[in-house]
């Protein structure tokens, strides 16, 4: 944490949790946002601050990306948290929720434990655990949600992995509600999509690939939703990826159930057909859609009915990649494409930047009860410095993780982020080539 003072000029603030976009400035005090707002600072005279010239650029919170998939521990070969930190830095994210899905498995109070301190010693932004929702990810015995939040987890997920058992997630439901935690599911029927690997269709067909029918996702979906009404838990759909699934949620909503989803990236910028000649980057869980469910995502991500956009970040080696595309890995590196995806839906005139921004940063830190994503006095000056006109082509051998799986090469894209800040410290500068 920054012990200076350090005045942001002449920036475009815009803070999602306010509504605030203007021209104006910012003060941070001791790693805290001391003011900000459209007027001159008339006191900076009192010290002799860094004065930053955001040269009209955004100002904004550092974003908050809910769901990333890192190799640590047990796989440190495809991603660290070190690693993890400076793909988000380099991407504007300043806080990372990671998943349990590690070897061991992040499902004992001194398992959250080891990865909050390994992140305070290793990591250049924030780190949020999550907690396993049942043992060992196996369906079968839920987790001490109690000790695993006294431990500083901040949800209970399995990940990527779906509890087919309905009874077992009913009682862990009823159980977290009784905490007030947050569950987060997948939303995957493991018998529809065992083996596939791309979504039913006609090109799916063509190409002589396993898939499984949209169906599979809203089922769960729709399941969910019943047992969220019996138990009267905090539900949040991890990624929904079909039209289906928006309109269930959707209705949910209407009747006031606490549930919220989110959408990946790349399921607001790509469809089944990207996959083209059996490109294994474009493997991913759930599969890529139809352009008709690619659509209703950005539509979704426009009315607000989908509240977060995440990268769903899944680091893999490049020998499970380099396969058959069936038996290939599913998962892809997003922290860094994050924003730019993101932006293509303010670019394309779905939704305003405000808006686009708030799926990014104010919406997720309300959904997990987590001190980030504002502009307001007193909170932690995690900020990213956005150039949302700058152009850019997507180079992986550029990218910050370990692991170079992006679906997005060489990929046209308008928006960066320039400069990331976490407690008042830069932690990432482009022009610098930090």
């Known amino acids: 944490m920054s012990n200076r003072r350090t005045v942001f000029c002449n920036a475009r603030l815009i803070d999602p949790a306010t509504g605030l976009d203007a021209k104006g400035g910012l003060l941070v005090e001791n790693g805290k946002i001391a003011d900000a707002g459209p007027r001159l600072f008339g006191d900076v005279d009192r010290a002799d601050p860094e004065v930053i010239d955001c040269k009209g650029l955004v100002l904004a919170p550092g974003l908050i990306d809910m769901r990333v998939f890192t190799g640590e521990p047990g796989s440190e ?7 993890a ?28 434990d080891f990865i909050r301190r390994r992140a305070q010693a290793t990591a250049c932004v924030r780190v949020a ?10 369906g079968e015995m839920m987790t001490e949600v109690g000790l695993l939040m006294e431990a500083g987890a901040v949800a209970f997920t399995d990940g990527d992995r779906t509890i087919a058992n309905t009874r077992v997630l009913r009682r862990a439901l009823a159980y977290a509600s009784t905490f007030g935690a947050l569950v987060v599911g997948h939303a995957e029927d493991p018998g529809l999509a065992d083996g596939a690997a791309m979504t039913e ?16 996702e809203t089922m769960i979906v729709e399941r969910d939703i019943r ?11 991890g990624q929904i990826s079909c039209r289906a699934s928006l309109e269930n949620v ?14 990946a990236a790349h399921h607001l910028a790509l469809n089944e057909l990207d996959v083209g000649p059996y490109y294994t980057f474009m493997k991913v869980k759930p599969p890529l859609r139809s352009e008709t469910d690619r659509a209703a995502m950005v539509d979704g991500v426009a009315s607000g009915l989908i509240d977060v ?8 080696a490049a020998d499970t990649k380099r396969q058959p595309f069936s038996q290939a890995a599913f998962g892809a590196v997003g922290l860094e494409t994050l924003l730019p995806v993101a932006l293509g839906v303010h670019h394309n005139g779905s939704a305003d930047l405000l808006h686009v921004l708030k799926a990014l940063t104010a919406a997720p830190a309300k959904i997990l009860g987590l001190n980030a994503g504002t502009l307001a006095k007193g909170a932690p000056a995690d900020l990213v410095l956005i150039d949302p006109g700058a152009p850019y082509v997507l180079d992986p051998d550029k990218l910050h993780s370990r692991a170079r799986n992006t679906p997005f090469e060489g990929r046209r894209f308008q928006g960066l982020a320039m400069k990331t800040f976490v407690g008042g410290e830069c932690v990432f500068d482009r022009e610098a080539g930090q």
């Open 309 to 316: 956009i995440v990268s769903s970040h899944d680091p893999q």
């Open 250 to 263: 959707a209705a949910a909503k209407q009747r006031g159930l606490p549930i919220t989803c989110g959408v």
């Open 129 to 138: 655990p999550m907690a396993a929702l049942t043992r060992h990810l196996a």
């Open 201 to 216: 269709g006609e090109y799916a067909m063509r190409l002589g690939i396993p898939a499984a029918p949209t169906a599979a």
């Open 227 to 237: 047992l969220v009404e019996l138990t009267g838990a905090r539900y949040h759909f």
């Open 85 to 112: 930190s400076l793909a988000a830095a380099a991407g504007g994210v300043t806080t990372i929720v990671v998943m349990p899905n590690t070897d061991p498995v992040i499902d004992e109070p001194s398992l959250v």
């Open 77 to 83: 070969h495809r991603e660290t948290l070190e690693s």
